[in-house]
């Protein structure tokens, strides 16, 4: 029968999950607070729905709501993700309780109106942790050095000028030797110096993991054949965007990936504001180094650079826009290399 089914909304939390049970005409059948353990969960809907097919269920996204998610499509329930922001927008009452959520999720199910986002495979999961933690090791690294070159401004030291460039190999031998600081100084710039090899070491180690994590990765190995992407900008993409086939064209990923411009227009105002500032913005910085690169060492890019350069277009907006166009056209080549890999 078709009104013989039900719809689940989840309010995922650490220690309890808020399950809320819907009929097909909006009855509430249950919400209940539950255990935040799969066993009990499932014993509690099997209970409450009376024997009813689960036609949907949602849960927010949120830290740990991904795995939860994943173990119930396990057991074959049909679950999505859904996005926070939007359902929070989507309610009829700024008042919050973990009833009135996970009603709403439940009653977006039920009206097929639930705001999705796509739920990353395990293996992406993994690979996004690996790539964010460098992205922290990075931000460490440059934390240490933006200390010890306020150290050395303050105390109004400089190195001689044969010393070459900072940070190369020379100038550290200099800073380690120098007897300009003295006391505490000393010690405290020999802990940034420790700081900064072991940073770095640990660096190079997940970068080495990432190259053996990718050997066999088709989209890997596709994007570092571009002349001006490395391994780090292929795993970023590759971990972030995960798969390129569930967007719809290569104006949604461009989107997604925040280098897509904002129509701030209005009446017979014609205006724009920037990038938006939606989306991934770890993609957008990885596209925009990148841009810059490709803008380096391919004809095309560099031809629309300098013409948009030349056109009056300050050079950030140069590099954003190659970064658009660049993700876009590489949207419909990276289609056919998962579509091939699929095929194989």
Not at 140 to 155: I, P, T
Not at 216 to 223: E, F, G, T
Not at 295 to 304: D, E, G, I, L, N
């Amino acid at each position: 029968m078709a009104d013989w089914c039900c719809f689940v909304g989840f309010d995922y939390h650490d220690c309890f999950v808020q399950v809320c049970i819907l009929d097909e005409a909006g009855e509430v059948l249950g919400n209940q607070r539950v255990a935040n353990d799969m066993s009990s969960i499932l014993e509690y809907v099997d209970n409450t729905r009376d024997g009813r097919i689960i036609r949907g269920a949602a849960v927010e996204t949120c830290c740990g709501a991904s795995h939860f998610a994943e173990q119930l499509r396990n057991h074959d329930w049909p679950v999505e993700l859904a996005h926070a922001g939007i359902c929070s927008k989507m309610k009829q009452s700024p008042d919050k309780s973990d009833l009135a959520d996970a009603h709403l999720l439940a009653d977006l199910c039920r009206v097929g109106y639930l705001p999705r986002v796509w739920l990353p495979p395990a293996e992406i999961r993994d690979l996004r942790r690996l790539g964010r933690y460098r992205q922290q090791l990075v931000e460490q690294r440059r934390d240490v050095k933006l200390r010890m070159r306020a150290m050395l401004r303050e105390e109004r030291i400089a190195a001689p000028r044969e010393v070459g460039n900072v940070w190369t190999k020379a100038w550290l031998i200099w800073l380690k030797s120098t007897e300009s600081l003295n006391g505490h100084s000393r010690w405290v710039m020999d802990q940034h110096l420790a700081d900064l090899e072991r940073l770095v070491a640990k660096v190079r180690e997940v970068e080495r993991r990432m190259e053996e994590a990718t050997t066999d990765d088709p989209v890997v190995q596709k994007l570092r054949e571009t002349k001006g992407v490395g391994l780090v900008t292929a795993v970023v993409m590759r971990a972030e965007i995960g798969s390129f086939d569930r967007f719809a064209c290569g104006k949604q990923l461009a989107r997604y990936c925040a280098v897509t411009p904002k129509n701030a227009s209005s009446g017979k105002r014609q205006a724009d504001g920037g990038l938006v500032r939606a989306g991934n913005l770890t993609l957008r910085t990885m596209l925009i180094e990148a841009a810059h690169r490709l803008a380096r060492f391919q004809p095309t890019w560099k031809q629309m650079k300098e013409g948009l350069k030349q056109r009056g277009k300050p050079g950030s907006v140069a590099a954003a826009t190659v970064a658009n166009r660049w993700i876009r056209k590489l949207f419909w080549e990276m289609r056919q290399v998962e579509q091939q890999s699929q095929v194989a």
